[in-house]
C-alpha cells in the first residue's frame, strides 16, 4: 500500500518545531568565520537592501550589516530570531528580523538589491518554490548567492546517514540536491542568468572525539535531535554507531580520541535576477 504523503502544513509545522529544537546557535558559532568569509567574498556594496533567507543567528546578516549594507533577515524560527536579534543588538547594528517561510516570503515584488542564504533556504521542502520567491523579492540584474551543502560533502554523508534511520516525508527532495550543480542550474534557469558556482573548503575542528561530535550534534543541532526522537532505544543505538563510523572514518586529527577534524565542502552559488 502506497502512503500518501503529509499536507504541507505537516511538514511546515515539523521542520519548524525541528530548527527551534535543540539550540542552533551553539552550532552556528562553530561556522560563523565560514559565514564572514562568504559575505566578504560576495562584495555587496554598502547601502544595499540585502534579504538574508533563513537567517537563523544572524551569521551572514551580521557581517552584511558590518559592511554597510541594509539588512533583513527572515527564518522561520522565532528562538533562533531573539538570538539574532540579540546578536546585532550587541553589536550595536541595525537589522530587521522577520519570521517568515522561505517559500512565501513577507516583502514586495522587488524589493532588494541581493539575496544570500547560507545552509538556510537549501531546507525548504519545495525548491521550486524557493526559487521563485527568491527571484520575486529581487530587483531585475539582482544578486542570488547561496551557500548549500553538497551531495559529495561530508555534511551531505551525515545527512545520508541521517535518513537511512529516518527518511524524509514522501516527495520531499535531499536538501543538498541545492549543491549540485546541475540540479542547481535546472532550479535556478527560468529566472536568473550568469549562474556561477564554486566548491568552497570548510573544516569541522571540534575539541572532542567523533563521538563527542555525534553527542554535540544530538544535544545542539535541531535536524539529528529529532531523528534520534523518532526512534526506540535499539534505532538511537544503531544511528549513533553509524555517525560515529562516519566521523571517525573522515576524522584527520592527529589526536583522533580528544580532538576531531574533518574536511568539508559547500556549493557557493551566484546568479543575477533576469
Not at 11 to 27: L, P, Q, S
Not at 79 to 97: C, D, P, V
Not at 189 to 204: C, H, K, W
Amino acid at each position: 500500500m502506497v502512503t500518501a504523503p503529509p499536507d504541507i502544513s505537516t511538514i511546515k509545522n515539523a521542520m519548524r518545531a525541528t530548527w527551534m529544537a535543540g539550540d542552533f546557535g551553539v552550532v552556528a558559532k562553530t561556522i560563523s568565520g565560514s559565514a564572514e568569509e562568504f559575505i566578504a567574498r560576495l562584495a555587496i556594496a554598502p547601502g544595499s537592501r540585502v534579504l538574508d533567507i533563513a537567517c537563523g543567528t544572524g551569521n551572514s546578516a551580521i557581517p552584511l550589516a558590518r559592511a554597510g549594507a541594509i539588512v533583513t533577515g527572515v527564518d522561520i524560527a522565532t528562538n533562533l530570531l531573539e538570538q539574532a536579534r540579540e546578536r546585532a543588538t550587541a553589536e550595536g547594528l541595525k537589522i530587521t528580523f522577520d519570521e517568515g517561510d522561505a517559500e512565501a516570503l513577507p516583502y514586495a515584488d522587488a524589493s532588494f538589491d541581493a539575496v544570500t542564504t547560507m545552509f538556510g533556504a537549501m531546507f525548504a521542502p519545495r525548491p521550486a518554490l524557493v526559487a521563485s520567491e527568491c527571484a520575486r523579492v529581487l530587483k531585475p540584474g539582482a544578486l542570488l548567492a547561496m551557500a548549500n551543502w553538497n551531495p559529495a560533502s561530508f555534511t551531505g554523508q551525515m545527512f545520508r546517514v541521517g535518513s537511512d534511520h529516518v527518511p524524509a516525508p514522501p516527495g520531499i527532495p535531499p536538501p543538498a540536491l541545492w549543491g549540485d550543480e546541475a540540479t542547481v542550474r535546472g532550479r535556478l534557469a527560468p529566472f536568473f542568468s550568469n549562474v556561477e558556482t564554486q566548491l568552497i573548503s570548510i573544516d569541522f575542528d571540534m575539541p572532542v572525539s567523533p563521538a563527542g561530535a555525534v553527542d554535540f550534534f544530538r544535544k545542539y543541532f535541531g535536524p539529528t535531535q529529532m531523528a534520534f526522537a523518532r526512534l526506540d532505544a535499539a534505532g538511537q543505538a544503531a544511528l549513533a554507531a553509524d555517525l560515529t563510523a562516519l566521523w571517525s572514518s573522515a576524522n584527520i586529527a592527529p589526536d583522533p580520541d580528544a580532538h576531531t577534524l574533518v574536511k568539508n565542502e559547500y556549493l557557493q552559488i551566484t546568479a543575477i535576477r533576469n
